[in-house]
């Protein structure tokens, strides 16, 4: 197990889009319950079966695991809840520090989130010019709650 | 994934315990649904993830992966859900095929069900003089009904 400190903000413009290239992902669920979710996602030529505690703060137990393509597509096609996550992410790299904006598409287009990962729930970090308001926290924006209630019927 | 053909029984003696030494398992769910279960499973020194997706007929989809044994006792302990399964699984070779016979513990103490895995629904076997009742496709005998209506319940 790792446990995750993760912070998650809002964008307030665009200029995030020129300074990294994305990458397609599509994920789903195969238990969204808050104290236990299992998630389904393949980024590029990689699928990860990854399973996550309660969040508790900014903190959160993650046990994640490679698994084949062939299995994650079929778990993503007849297995996961409908509907599925599909979004773009984009590796920023800010003053040394890593920033994951996600855009998302289909039910949730017009989101954009940006997470970065902590090593310590006081660490510090610099904020892009482009950040925007933090939603740490705020379970509207965890991608569990984004399937049940989708970022467009807000 | 695998298709999974499986028929379920009760026992209607004791007679399979002279038969082979049972091992100790423990298990437990990350999700219930009937349409993609999660089972963190401890036999022994190994531990598996196993999601299988909805029954129909005699088969249901079925992805398993070894995961590491902390891993799987962490999940046990913090994540999954209340309460777990404990039973010990006994393997029976009766006329070339292997039957697993469960006698659970706990919520369950009581019950004993005996499985047997085919190559197809139309496959045919002998059947032990200890074999009971049929009750595959019986909901009630699912491992993840036991959880919700332990057969002490009944």
Known sequence: MSVEIERKFLVRSDAWKALAQGVAMRQGYLS????????VRIEGEIATLTIKGRTQGFSRGEWEYEIPLADAAALLND??????????????VHEGMVWEVDEFFGDNLGLVVAEIELASETQTFARPDWLGEEVTGD???FNSSL???PYTSW
Chains 1, 2 share one sequence.
């Open 32 to 39: 969204t319950h808050p104290d236990r979710t299992v998630r």
């Open 79 to 92: 297995i996961c809840e409908r509907p599925r996550i599909e979004k773009t992410r984009t590796r920023i």
């Open 147 to 149: 399937l049940k209630r």
């Open 139 to 141: 379970a509207r924006y």
